[in-house]
């Protein structure tokens, strides 16, 4: 493999201090960091500093967009998140992570953000039935493609050396967080097939871009609430899988050309931000980490040939195998350097022989660049994990 990078937060680099934190990481083997430059809203722990434990953050950009002219004409304002006594998180870090010899990742989540949907209300996504969800902008709206190229072209001044994206499809109507979120409560709509159809977004962004689109706008709105009607009366109500839904439904099928379409407006403008920094895609959106479930968020695969440099295939697994078989999966479905993504949680991973196991599974599989999930809450004892698996690797 290339290079090791590990997630992590504003908030902890500088809790560490950038020199502290690149000394340990570079002692460990890490090559880079993936820190989060415009994200959702979190609440995080972070074990390593039991005096410091908890840290919340609304949903917002980690870097000063006053600076510079490419939000001037984006009627969507960045909420922006201060940390510390950084006037410019993500600047500070990428000069004194480079300082010490070590790369910088943006980590750089798109469309989900209750902060950005409830201080938005004309661009949120919004069910067949009417209902608005803050915690997804729709990228149907022009202004809400604008918004994110400038976000990508802010995070591109800054001089990161990749640019990796997260949420860029359209989302499940039960993904909601921020400060109004709560318990998910319901005794029916249990099935993909019904989250996916209850999470059809119908807003005004959407008509008014399929009036250039061939879809039937007004009849396949019509359609799903039609198909969802049963499922709302009766929880017994067995639906089609997705995969046959979609062949069972012409509506349905043309409904998702729409959304890809959308997707693809929205990763042209993403690729044109960028620039020649490399520009990276999660493989994960609403359904799963699978690559055959990302058309159901409107992601198609041939389309991030045409507009990414990188993929991630996150293997977030406890089995060699498993992993090597998502990494199979997704280099059936595109031509492009994959790159892949592991996860230190113990609900996941519980000793140093599960990490050094999967590094080694994953470096027969693909040569990519590996990431490791997340050094803001990674014990001591995880720190110890991840040098001893890259020593062997």
Known sequence: ??????????????????????????????????????????????????????????????????????????????????????????????????DNGLAVNAWTVCLHNSRLGATNPDYRIESAFGDAHNHSLCPSHPAVRDYFAAVVGSVRDRGVDEIQLESI???????????????DKRQTVTTDTEEFLLSQCFCDGCRAAAESHSVDFDRARERVRELLE????????????????????????????????????????????????PLNYYVMEAYGFEPSTLPYAGVQPEMLERHLDRVTALCYVAERETAQERIGALERHVDLPIDVGITLDPNVVDRAEQVGDLVEGIRTATDGNLSIYHHSLATETHLEWISEALEFA
């Open 169 to 183: 499809g359209f989302p499940s109507a039960f993904h909601d967080h921020g400060s109004q979120y709560g318990h």
């Open 1 to 98: 493999m290339t290079a090791v990078a590990l997630w992590t937060y504003p908030w902890t680099l500088h809790r560490e201090g950038i020199d502290d934190a690149c000394e340990r990481l570079a002692a460990c083997g890490v090559d880079a960091v993936n820190v989060a430059s415009h994200y959702h809203s979190v609440r995080s722990m972070q074990a390593r500093f039991p005096d410091d434990l908890f840290r919340t953050y609304a949903g917002g950009c980690y870097f000063e967009p006053e600076s510079s002219e490419r939000f001037d004409d984006v009627p969507i304002e960045p909420p922006v998140n201060r940390v510390g006594t950084w006037d410019d998180p993500l600047a500070e870090i990428v000069d004194g992570v480079h």
């Open 230 to 277: 049963r499922s709302l009366a009766d929880p017994t109500h067995s639906p089609p899988s997705l995969d046959d839904l979609a062949d069972r439904e012409p509506l349905v099928a043309d409904l998702l050309e729409f959304r890809a379409s959308m997707i693809e407006a929205l990763l042209e403008r993403l690729s044109d931000a960028a620039g020649p920094t």
